[in-house]
């Protein structure tokens, strides 16, 4: 399993959430990540939503997937399971079993994948 090769703290202490259909508002916002857009819910929670996971119908926005915006604390030198890729980030599970979104170049992906 790939090891965290630079420590990553969570930068949102409540991410954005969406469900497969919802209904969401895209802003212009720069980001460092491409393939991510800013997004609001129905429930007024924003956050970062992968490009790949919105449908535009007629300039109305849904989500394709549900989507859980939670970020991974991890420490250098922990383990992590990748359990997908978008976009720069892996959705990863530590060994504590808890998941999130780590950043893709925090990661020693020689350590295995």
């Known amino acids: 399993m790939p090891?965290?090769?630079?420590?990553?703290s969570a930068a949102y202490t409540n991410p954005i959430s969406i469900r497969s259909g919802?209904?969401?508002f895209l802003f212009e916002k720069?980001?460092?990540?491409?393939g991510w857009v800013w997004?609001?819910?129905?429930?007024?929670?924003?956050?970062?939503?992968?490009i790949s996971y919105i449908c535009?119908?007629?300039?109305?926005?849904?989500?394709?997937?549900?989507y859980d915006a939670k970020?991974?604390?991890?420490g250098e030198g922990e383990t992590v399971e990748i359990l997908r890729e978008e976009s720069g980030w892996v959705w990863?599970?530590?060994?504590q079993g808890i998941e999130g979104w780590l950043p893709l170049e925090c990661?020693?992906?020689?350590?295995?994948r």
């Open 56 to 66: 535009n119908n007629n300039e109305e926005y849904a989500a394709v997937y549900d």
């Open 22 to 24: 919802e209904r969401l």
């Open 3 to 8: 090891k965290v090769a630079k420590s990553y």
């Open 92 to 95: 990863c599970r530590s060994s």
């Open 39 to 50: 997004c609001r819910a129905a429930d007024g929670k924003e956050g970062w939503v992968p």
């Open 71 to 74: 970020e991974l604390s991890a």
């Open 30 to 34: 720069e980001s460092e990540w491409p």
């Open 107 to 112: 990661l020693d992906l020689s350590s295995g």
